[in-house]
């Protein structure tokens, strides 16, 4: 049994998700290795069994592989073809990662499934222009096929910005991997449930999540969990999501993005075949958090408990628009005297706009008190450039 | 104001409260050194920085010093007189190590404060005899003053068995720090009360939790909070505990050993300056675990929420009286599968007979309900010599 301690964990990136994977079981003293390109990355500041090198290195990924058990990935942007021919198991497996990889595939599949989601379109580059005047409605949303992450790589245009852009030539019609034209959903809800899957095809999910974004960043502002659905819509966003995730035939944690509309439909946005902004405040909200779901999973050890122990609020800590380089917290003696706010910092030296610099989990008796803890927390911590 | 978050902590003793108190503030990326002979000590687990060297070696400590902005000790035995010469401050400070490395004078410091403690006769080597025969009950506790650990260097004799003793010349009997005896209570219970005080001398307490004791290895069978403790009793012991806290006049916390009889009197037996066993639970019952506190209180940071979440119960992970060398766990697909269960390693090598390898807490909905889990808890998990 224990052998399954000292089962070697590789890990593809070494960003903040990388390191708290880790932070989760050190209780366990499991042993890690990282591939990663920036020596100073997040998962440095745990570990030095870094090998230096890009997520597409393939040399690199055969050198973690040969030093792992098992591999995982905290970002879907990995080189898939050599993990397919390693005899290291990847978990998730690779599978899953060619079809996340590509937002086009992605909508395939969830057709070809039977997965609810919205209308779409195809195009490649060329043909973007014409795609764009016969979609139905003036105002759609425009995702690169392959290399967003985090809201990059994603638009929502009306016909006329999209004339413009492309009269302008700018940056963001260049993607060669090709264009999804998607339907835009007025006023839904967007949900997130994080469904687990163990190496014996155990099944269990967490409650569904609902986030706030910020539409100038296109990132999440905050998110509180549990969502305000009622248990109907709570049980249907249940169920689609684990309908969804069974439906790639792999062990791993997966975080469904859905959508529901203001007519109690749920669409699938998109899976991310990892941890989760969404499953943040896991870690000090639920019995097992996401990342020692994920430990547990690669370990093929049972998966814990996802019950909710109490409700919780998280929100990303983002490198303010003014502030390029190095960088300080001001207000901590303020906001860490709040009970039930924990921060969470992933030691980048330096901000840049909107940059995800950390993110502070709140516990509260309700949503309510979660979200007045948060205004709380916002008026007083401050980032400030280094003097 | 994050200029705190990068105050420098240098820990002497590298055993397993080194390793948690690191763990703890990980998610803040505090830099920590640590003093330690033994290399492959549990804090070498999570940090690199380890100054090789003993407790008592007046350069090693300096060296931890020169590299530190604070220190503190998660182990009573160092060399309290190299740290008052220190420029680097300790906290807690070393006048409180002075008088706790030594249960003589920790007597009769509670004695001086007008601190309940139960009644005491110090003794050195050579009285002994005569002590023990004006001694009024026949059976009482013989405590050396110094250097006893986790039980050791604690008996509990009649006069006969005493008498065998100074007569077959053991061990137990030629401690040159001199004796306590020391009453006996009998049915006690055994409460401790987690005392913190901050650097502007704030103060709050955990609830109180109740130890159940092994007779056999003399070490915490298993502890539950919060204690049976009625209301009034449960006030009483936090008043008490607060009240002899702050008669060290000192940053830190302190877990306050109580006992309190059958009727209802309560005494003071120990206080131990750093983490205690009796505070494990607080790492995932407590809105902040006694090692955040800690690290709040070493970087000037305000006190957290000392508040229970969930009740919990802490059992020890002891090595079986029959293995000495490697070992390995058994079980863990089954008490891994126990909600509210969480196992804490520490990377000790070689079991010993009861050496502390590791502890489990255990969350629930009340004291029965963990204590369930605790049952179904050691009916599965062994520890086995390693094949």
């Given at each position: 049994?224990?052998?399954?301690?000292?089962?070697?964990i590789?890990?593809?990136?070494?960003?903040?998700?990388?390191?708290?994977?880790?932070?989760?079981?050190?209780?366990?003293?499991?042993?890690?290795?990282?591939?990663e390109?920036?020596?100073n990355?997040?998962a440095?500041?745990?570990?030095?069994?870094?090998?230096q090198?890009?997520?597409?290195?393939?040399?690199?990924?055969r050198?973690?592989?040969?030093?792992?058990?098992?591999?995982?990935?905290?970002?879907?942007?990995?080189?898939?073809?050599?993990?397919?021919?390693l005899?290291?198991?990847?978990?998730?497996?690779?599978?899953?990662?060619e079809?996340?990889?590509?937002?086009?595939?992605?909508?395939?599949?969830?057709?070809?499934?039977?997965?609810?989601?919205l209308?779409y379109?195809?195009?490649?580059k060329q043909?973007?222009?014409?795609?764009?005047?016969l979609?139905?409605?003036?105002r759609?949303?425009?995702?690169?096929?392959?290399?967003?992450?985090?809201?990059?790589?994603?638009q929502?245009?009306?016909?006329?910005?999209?004339?413009?852009?492309?009269?302008?030539?700018?940056?963001?019609l260049?993607?060669?991997s090709?264009?999804?034209?998607?339907?835009?959903?007025?006023?839904?809800?967007?949900?997130?449930?994080?469904?687990c899957?163990d190496?014996?095809?155990?099944?269990?999910?967490?409650?569904?999540?609902?986030?706030?974004?910020?539409?100038?960043?296109?990132?999440?502002?905050?998110?509180?969990?549990?969502?305000?659905?009622?248990v109907?819509?709570?049980?249907?966003?249940?169920?689609i999501?684990?309908?969804?995730?069974?439906?790639?035939n792999?062990?791993?944690?997966?975080?469904v993005?859905?959508?529901?509309?203001?007519?109690?439909?749920?669409?699938v946005?998109?899976?991310?075949?990892?941890?989760?902004?969404?499953?943040?405040?896991s870690?000090?909200?639920?019995y097992?958090?996401?990342?020692?779901?994920?430990?547990?999973?690669?370990?093929?050890?049972?998966?814990?408990?996802?019950?909710l122990?109490?409700?919780?609020?998280?929100?990303?800590?983002?490198?303010?628009e003014?502030?390029?380089?190095?960088?300080?917290?001001?207000?901590?003696d303020?906001?860490?005297?709040?009970?039930?706010?924990?921060?969470?910092?992933?030691?980048?030296?330096?901000?840049?706009?909107y940059?995800?610099?950390?993110?502070?989990?709140?516990?509260?008796?309700?949503?309510?008190?979660?979200?007045?803890?948060?205004?709380?927390?916002?008026?007083?911590?401050?980032?400030?450039?280094?003097?």
């Amino acid at each position: 049994m224990s052998d399954k301690l000292n089962t070697r964990i590789g890990i593809l990136g070494g960003g903040q998700l990388g390191k708290m994977l880790m932070e989760s079981f050190s209780p366990l003293n499991v042993e890690y290795r990282v591939l990663e390109k920036d020596i100073n990355c997040p998962a440095s500041l745990v570990t030095n069994n870094i090998i230096q090198g890009s997520l597409y290195d393939s040399h690199g990924i055969r050198s973690l592989a040969e030093n792992s058990d098992v591999l995982t990935f905290e970002i879907e942007h990995v080189d898939v073809a050599t993990l397919k021919q390693l005899d290291t198991p990847t978990i998730p497996y690779p599978a899953v990662l060619e079809i996340i990889q590509d937002k086009g595939l992605q909508k395939e599949f969830y057709n070809q499934n039977g997965i609810s989601t919205l209308e779409y379109q195809l195009s490649d580059k060329q043909n973007l222009n014409k795609a764009v005047d016969l979609w139905a409605d003036d105002r759609f949303v425009l995702k690169h096929r392959k290399g967003g992450y985090d809201g990059r790589g994603v638009q929502l245009l009306s016909k006329g910005e999209f004339k413009n852009l492309l009269n302008s030539s700018d940056e963001g019609l260049n993607s060669d991997s090709g264009y999804v034209l998607e339907r835009i959903l007025i006023d839904a809800k967007e949900i997130s449930v994080i469904v687990c899957i163990d190496q014996m095809g155990n099944v269990n999910s967490y409650r569904s999540s609902e986030m706030v974004f910020d539409p100038k960043a296109n990132l999440m502002d905050y998110l509180i969990c549990p969502s305000s659905l009622n248990v109907t819509l709570e049980r249907e966003c249940q169920a689609i999501a684990i309908n969804a995730v069974k439906a790639f035939n792999s062990p791993g944690i997966f975080a469904v993005e859905l959508f529901v509309s203001k007519e109690d439909e749920v669409y699938v946005n998109e899976i991310a075949p990892r941890p989760h902004n969404s499953g943040h405040h896991s870690i000090e909200s639920c019995y097992t958090s996401q990342y020692e779901q994920l430990n547990r999973i690669l370990l093929n050890l049972p998966l814990g408990s996802v019950n909710l122990i109490k409700p919780a609020l998280t929100a990303n800590i983002l490198g303010p628009e003014d502030l390029i380089g190095e960088y300080e917290l001001e207000g901590l003696d303020n906001v860490l005297a709040i009970e039930g706010v924990y921060l969470h910092m992933y030691g980048k030296k330096e901000s840049k706009p909107y940059r995800k610099l950390g993110h502070v989990n709140i516990l509260g008796n309700d949503t309510a008190s979660c979200i007045r803890k948060m205004t709380e927390f916002r008026e007083h911590l401050r980032i400030k450039a280094k003097d």
